[in-house]
Structure formats: C-alpha cells, structure tokens
C-alpha cells in the first residue's frame, strides 16, 4: 500500500517528462542543505519535501519572531508566541507533509570550524542565508569539495537566483569580490521586504535545485536572473568565464572564508539582521541547560528546549544560550550592553 501513496503522491512529476522515473529516483537518492529557515529557506524547503528529495538538513540559528510571519512560510502564531527554533518548528510542520523525506533540524550557526563537518554529506545546498558573510563561506567550501549551491537573495520586491555548480567558476565571488560594507546593503529590516517576492524567488530555487537533482543539469541558468516584481522589471546578467582568471576563489584557489583567514570572517560578534538583538559567541560548548535554567530561576521566567535554554529579563529583553555556545541577547543592538548581560548572568 506505501508503494501505491509514493506513486500517486509523485505521480504528476514523473509525469513531466524531463522528470520522470529516472529524474524522481535521482531527487529520492538526494541531500540538500538549506542554509537558513526565513522566507527563502521555507519555501524552498516545502517545495523540495513534497517533491520527495531523500534527505533534508535545515539549518538555522534563529528562532520564530512576530514579524517572520508575514512571509516565512512553515511557521504560525504559536512559534512565535513560544520562540520555537525555527529549524526544529519547520521540521515538524515538514514531517506532517511528507513522512517519506528524512528531515534534520540542526539549530547551528554557520562558520569556517563547523561548516564542512556539517554539509559534508550533502549534495546540494540551498543560500537562504540573511548575510553576505555566509555566502562567501559558502562560495570556499562549494569550490573545494566541488558540491553545488543555489544563490537566491531577495529584498523588497526584487531579488536574484543563480545555480554555482563548484567545478571551477564563475563562482560567487567573481560577481562580488568582497563584502560591501554593511551600510550599503539594504536589508528585509531597512528596506522591507514582499511575501510574493521571497516565495518567487525561493520557487526559482528550487527549481534550479530540481534541474539538478533529476539530472537535468543542462537545464540549469547559465546566467543570474534578477527579477524586480513591483517594477515588473526582468533582466539576465552573465558571468563570462574570464571572469576567473582574476577570482581569488575560483582562480587562484584561495579560500579566506574558509580558513578564517579573511578580516571579516574572525568577527566573533554581531547585531543580527531584522532584529534588536546581538549575538555572541562564549566559549563554551554542550551548555548544560539543566544546570543553566536552575540557576537563572531567581533571575525571571526560563524557558528550555533540547536546542537552547532561555532568561527573559522583562518584556523587552532576554538572553539566550545554545549548544554550540552562541548566545543572542535581545532588546540593544549595542554589543557592549550585549557583552555585560551575558557575563552578569552567564559569565565572560
């Protein structure tokens, strides 16, 4: 009886006949990693659970807030109002759709020591990352371990979508060689953004993903699409392949991302995007929670999970510590207000 619910759920895909059996055995033998669970990565990732990719590794640092749920798409009231990581709520609500995907909801944040022990065993990633930081990381470990990734950013109404299939370039960095400074980035926080856009653009990710998992890679963009919905603009843009012979990346095999080598990767601090939060990083990991919550229960209301264990100071700010020893403070974007709750409460 399992045999006939995997045909007929899969029966229409396999009907397109780019697809078909062979193309669904290909997705069904699959792991993707989704690097980030907001507007991007949800979507992206229901659409690949319901296509029936094999393995699903979402990774996230984050947790739900009010304002996600205007476009994010797996995540409703009450994992804002209980501040679920949004790895571990998107898996759940995933598992409901579709049993037959393995899904692993991993709340980590992304950097050069644990980034290639944690996409090792993927196939295929997807960028639903909020910084430029992470792309470039990205970028390096694409390039060294030869594994593709799906660019897909968006704010306002416009947005951008690109497959780097690793073997060489053009690669992310020959578009943008360095990060711009962070005052000449709009963001979802300065500039908003549009739930169509964010689904349009996370809908053309996985279809690139799609291509290239069915086996289709000669399907797959040969140039960066950049779609501005509100001004109905639509435009390509190339990458010509000489663009490598100057790529730090791509070109001269240099990874600054992934050694830790670059300025801006050994930033231990941030404010975060979208959010009147820091995060941190202490220098401590496998934070006994247990322990944790018993001695903040003087200090105010504690909430735990198996992924973080949370001190809510008042209504507008709290701390809270993860396994992999990052902790995000919420209520100042000032790291040194930041740095001073969390040595009074936790320790420097």
């Given amino acids: 009886m399992k045999s006939?619910?995997?045909?007929n759920r899969y029966a229409r895909q396999i009907q397109f006949s780019p697809i078909g059996e062979n193309g669904q055995a290909g997705i069904r033998q699959s792991t993707v990693a989704i690097l980030g669970c907001g507007a991007l990565g949800t979507v992206v990732a229901e659409i690949l659970t319901r296509a029936g990719v094999g393995?699903?590794?979402l990774i996230d640092r984050d947790v739900v807030e009010w304002s996600n749920l205007q476009r994010q798409a797996l995540f409703d009231e009450n994992n804002a109002t209980e501040g679920h990581s949004k790895a571990e709520a998107a898996s759940l609500h995933l598992a409901r759709i579709n049993s037959e995907v393995r899904i692993e909801p991993i709340v980590l944040d992304i950097t050069s020591e644990n980034i290639e022990r944690t996409l090792s065993s993927s196939d295929l990633v997807i960028d639903a990352?909020?910084?430029f930081l992470l792309r470039f990381l990205l970028n390096d470990w694409s390039l060294k371990h030869h594994r593709p990734w799906v660019h897909g950013g968006c704010v306002g109404a416009t947005g951008q979508v690109y497959l780097f299939d690793g073997n060489g370039g053009p690669c992310f960095r020959c578009l943008v060689p360095e990060p711009p400074?962070?005052?000449a980035v709009d963001t979802c926080d300065t500039a908003g953004v549009v739930g169509s856009a964010t689904h349009a653009i996370a809908s053309l990710q996985a279809t690139e993903a799609i291509k290239w998992l069915s086996g289709n890679r000669e399907m797959n963009r040969t140039k960066l699409l950049s779609i501005d919905l509100?001004?109905?603009r639509i435009r390509e843009l190339s990458l010509p392949p000489q663009l490598r012979d100057h790529c730090v990346a791509c070109g001269k095999h240099q990874y600054d991302f992934l050694e830790g080598t670059h300025a801006v990767a050994s930033e231990s601090s941030a404010v975060l995007c979208g959010r009147d939060a820091v995060q941190l990083q202490t220098n401590?990991?496998?934070v006994d929670f247990v322990r944790i919550a018993e001695r903040w229960q003087a200090a105010g209301r504690v909430q735990q999970t198996r992924f973080f264990v949370r001190l809510h100071l008042n209504d507008e700010q709290s701390l809270t510590l993860f396994?992999?020893?990052r902790a995000v403070i919420t209520g100042t974007d000032q790291i040194a207000t930041a740095r001073s709750i969390l040595?009074?409460?936790f320790g420097g």
Wanted: net charge negative; hydrophobic share 20%; aromatic share 8%.
């Fill in 4 to 7: 006939n619910q995997s045909s």
């Fill in 323 to 325: 396994k992999d020893g």
């Fill in 230 to 232: 509100w001004n109905n």
């Fill in 284 to 286: 401590e990991e496998g």
């Fill in 343 to 345: 040595n009074r409460y």
């Fill in 129 to 131: 990352a909020d910084n």
């Fill in 55 to 57: 393995e699903l590794r």
């Fill in 181 to 183: 400074p962070a005052a």
